[in-house]
């Protein structure tokens, strides 16, 4: 479902993505982990093409990513993007936030992309809050109401780049436990996060990167348990122990 | 002597009314054409197309640093050389769009640029355009910082309505000019020209304070 090819990508002088080759088949749970500017945000953001490459392949669903042809707007609307920071849009309530895609994207009416909307609002459980505004939201609400956006589109893949990062730690579960449904609901799913908890419960795979570089592939058991390289095991002991 | 003088001004208020009404014209059809423009140069400003973002750099830079009456002088005496004659009133008009909409993009684009990165991103990721972007995300949200100095600046294009003048055109100042020759009674006219420029724009001064309020408390 997505493939990346010989992926290059460099800010400057410094090489953010060194040659990455990798595939996530349809339905996988791919955690992405590593140390701090290793890439990891970068590779996901470029398979929405946020980031540009530029050297290599991206190919997403049989669209060549890469290619300034393909139609993004379209590409985009299959996948969903959950950022750290939320980026809910301020000016909306959380139903407008969430119907915004579906009424101007897929050009549904609006009452279709309201009960779609209130839909996913009910799956991340926030019916509720429909009519508030984003800055009267925890930020966990806020997290849960940017997931419920980027399901509205009913993507085929949904990206998170460290969703809960940003929160409190009381309210890390609320966010871990929408997206452990999501994935038994078989989405396919990309997740830059260090939540080893989450990891092993349900990714399939996990993948560790270093300086622009995937150094180590494995199911979460074997990474976790028994990591291959040196550079992981630092890696993991230090996020046990912190 | 300053009643005869007075009496003489009631009679040709008709004359007053008339440069009132072309200052009106002036200043409306200027506002929507400079906010038009401004929104469009604003957007190009803050926009990551390098080139388009220089030439737009350029001519702000050049409107900013040359004075209104050279750019209506150039507007109109120097356009003819190659071969576009305008005559004043429409002279004026363009003299005013390209002056006012410098000012206006400078203000969209500090608007637009205050809008984070994660905005645009969020909009670009659901799938929608660039134009879908800045109309759905990104302009109503920056509106909260552009309008208060945005109605600022109108204040300060209707007062600079009055620098065409100096081409001929009929508008309020003019008439003081005219009407001074006739009457030499210059604090009186020009106290009247003051006061009726102050009926259009001090409405707007208002709104523009209420407006920085309003949004200060957002």
């Known amino acids: ?54 050297k290599g392949e991206i190919i997403v669903n049989n669209t060549p990513v890469h290619d300034k042809l393909s139609n993004l707007t379209k590409l985009r609307a299959q996948i969903g993007f959950v950022f750290q920071q939320f980026h809910l849009y301020p000016h909306m309530t959380v139903l407008q936030n969430v119907m915004l895609a579906p009424v101007n994207v897929k050009q549904l009416d609006k009452k279709e992309a309201e009960k779609i909307a209130r839909e996913k609002l009910e799956q991340v459980g926030l019916t509720e809050k429909s009519g508030a505004h984003p800055a009267q939201l925890s930020g966990g609400q806020q997290q849960r109401v940017a997931i419920a956006r980027g399901l509205a589109m009913s993507p085929e893949i949904m990206l998170f780049d460290e969703p809960t990062s940003a929160l409190d730690p009381e ?54 348990d028994n990591p291959k390289t040196d550079r992981a095991a630092e890696f993991i002991s230090k996020i046990l122990t912190h | 002597m300053m009643g005869f003088y007075f009496s003489r001004l009631v009679e040709i208020y008709p004359f007053f009314l008339k440069g009132l009404w072309m200052t009106s014209k002036i200043a409306f059809i200027s506002l929507v054409t400079c906010t038009l423009l401004g929104f ?118 209707i007062k600079d309505t009055s620098v065409v003048s100096v081409i001929g055109v009929m508008e309020l100042t003019r008439v003081g000019w ?20 102050f009926s259009i724009s001090y409405p707007l001064i208002l709104l523009s304070n209420y407006l920085e309020r309003k949004m200060a408390v957002q």
């Not at chain 1, 090489?15 to 791919?30: C, Q, R, T």
């Not at chain 1, 995937?214 to 979460?220: A, D, N």
């Not at chain 2, 005219?178 to 420029?197: C, D, H, K, N, Q």
């Open chain 2, 178 to 197: 005219v009407t001074v020759v006739r009457i030499p009674e210059g604090l009186m006219v020009f106290s009247l020209v003051g006061a009726l420029y």
């Open chain 2, 40 to 157: 469009i140069l604003g957007i190009f400003r803050s926009s990551n197309n390098i080139i388009l973002k220089r030439i737009v750099g350029v001519y702000v830079a050049f409107v900013r640093g040359t004075p209104f009456v050279v750019q209506i002088f150039i507007v109109f005496f120097i356009l003819p050389e190659w071969g576009i004659q305008l005559d004043a009133f429409p002279a004026a008009l363009l003299a005013m769009a390209i002056m006012g909409s410098a000012f206006i993009c400078e203000i969209v684009a500090g608007g637009i640029d205050s809008i984070s990165r994660g905005q645009w991103e969020a909009a670009a990721s659901s799938g929608l355009t660039l134009i879908q972007q800045l109309r759905l995300v990104i302009v109503p949200q920056a509106m909260k910082v552009i309008l208060p100095p945005l109605v600022g600046q109108y204040v300060l294009l």
């Open chain 1, 171 to 224: 309210m890390i579960g609320e966010v871990l436990d929408v997206m452990v449904n999501l994935v038994s609901e078989g989405m396919t799913m990309c997740v830059v996060t260090h939540e080893m908890g989450f990891a092993k419960k349900v990714a399939h795979r996990v993948l560790f990167m270093d300086d622009g570089k995937i150094v180590e592939t494995g199911t979460p058991v074997d990474f976790f």
């Open chain 1, 1 to 54: 479902m997505i493939e990346f090819k010989n992926v290059n990508k460099w800010f400057g002088k410094l090489h953010v993505l060194n040659n990455i080759n990798l595939k996530i088949p349809k339905g996988e749970v791919l955690v992405i982990c590593g140390p701090s500017g290793s890439g990891k945000s970068t590779l996901i953001r470029c398979i929405n093409r946020l980031e540009k490459i530029q």
